[in-house]
């Protein structure tokens, strides 16, 4: 069994950490926290071994009454490999710890891109990630944008991608973010980063993106523009798309007009927490004119990337793969709405 440690429990480390569960290969060695929340307690009454991130924080775990396994270094020594899931910027400032114990490292999309080795999709460059040392599990904007564009590049060739990201503003449990009654260009430079960091994934691929903000909690959409090599019938597109598990097709008949409802749909079907692990795309949506794609896609900011972290365990320790490892994990998990 692949010993896994989550550095950082909170929205995407809670997340892999079940997700590394219900893997038939891997186990959760420890998940290490900075202080004894809600999120800490639930570690423990889930059996995940708690760990302290911070050494002199380490008493108010006690002081909680949460029982503490060890350090953070202890954690890192002895796990294969170790998801880290903290704040932008501070999986940069872990990165000593992780090469001081030789143990691989998986970063979150927060992360630049030259922190590491290789940023990673597991549907577009898998292999690249190969006896890595240092992985980054790209955000969840280009996790959404990675997995439409890597069979359209494959089927077709992309000349051009155009897409607008309306992005929520913050997560549900975000009570710091915004904005809380306006719609904000965001970044207001053109292009955004998500572009440039797409590019992380297809160095050869041209795009542009634009970004906002909007109050919202629930969900990202994108409205994306791809101009292709050739003229292709939407319904081709439609049928290639339908081949991919990480891509949902949202049918008409099912009448979900909006993230609220596929947020809805996600609980009814039984999702832990809601969640929508695959790209959603309104069927309707997928156009073409000429060699021009447009469609609208719902990207679930707190769950797609859940998925890639899993084959990124197995990518960067070489345990299976691209196809084979996609399949368990899609598996194991459900996905496939
Ligand atoms: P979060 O704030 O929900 O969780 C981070 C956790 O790390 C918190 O529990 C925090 O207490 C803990 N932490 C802080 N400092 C730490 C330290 N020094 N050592 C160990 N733990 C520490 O953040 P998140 O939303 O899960 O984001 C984590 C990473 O994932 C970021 O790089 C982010 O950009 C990326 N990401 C976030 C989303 C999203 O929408 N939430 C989507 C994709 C990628």
Redesign the pocket.
């Known amino acids: 069994m692949i010993q896994v440690a989550i ?7 809670k997340r892999v950490a079940d997700a590394v569960r219900a893997q038939p290969d891997m186990e959760v060695l420890g998940v ?4 004894p ?1 809600f ?1 800490a307690e639930t570690a423990i009454e889930k059996g995940f071994p708690l760990y302290a ?2 050494e002199e924080r380490e008493h108010l775990f006690g002081e909680a009454g949460l029982d503490i396994a060890g350090s ?1 270094d202890e954690l890192v020594a002895d796990a294969d490999v170790v998801v880290d ?4 910027g ?2 940069a ?2 990165k000593s710890l992780y090469e001081e114990y030789e143990t691989p490292a998986l ?5 630049d891109a030259d922190l590491v080795d290789v940023s990673f999709n597991a549907r577009s460059n898998f292999e690249e990630a190969a006896a890595a040392d240092h992985v980054r ?1 790209v ?2 904007n280009t ?1 959404g944008l990675s997995r439409v564009i890597a069979p359209l590049r494959e089927e077709y060739g992309v000349e051009k991608v155009r897409a607008t990201l309306v992005r929520r503003g913050g ?1 549900p ?2 009570t710091s973010r915004g904005p809380i009654n306006d719609i904000l260009p965001n970044p207001v430079t053109i292009p955004s980063h998500h572009g440039p960091d797409v590019e992380t994934i297809f160095d050869d691929l041209d795009i542009d993106t634009l970004g906002m903000k909007v109050p919202a909690t629930l969900m990202h959409m994108h409205s994306l523009n791809v101009t292709l090599e050739e003229e292709v019938d939407a319904a081709d597109v439609r049928e290639l798309f339908a081949d991919e598990s990480r891509l949902f097709l949202i049918p008409e008949h099912m009448a979900i007009d909006g993230s609220g409802k596929l947020k809805e749909y996600a609980l009814d079907a039984g999702r832990p927490r809601g969640d929508v692990w695959e790209n959603a795309i309104w069927e309707e949506s997928i156009s073409t004119v000429g060699r021009d794609l447009y469609l609208f896609q719902g990207i679930h ?2 769950s ?2 859940v998925p890639e972290n899993v084959d990124a365990i197995r990518a960067v320790l070489g345990e299976a793969d691209a196809e084979e490892s996609i399949e368990t994990t899609d598996e194991t998990l459900g996905i496939g709405l």
């Open positions: 550095n950082g429990y909170g929205t995407i480390g290490a926290k900075t202080r929340n999120e991130a911070i953070v899931a903290t704040p932008s501070i999986g400032e872990n970063y979150q999309g927060g992360e599990v955000s969840c996790t997560d449990g975000q900011q707190e797609d990337v």
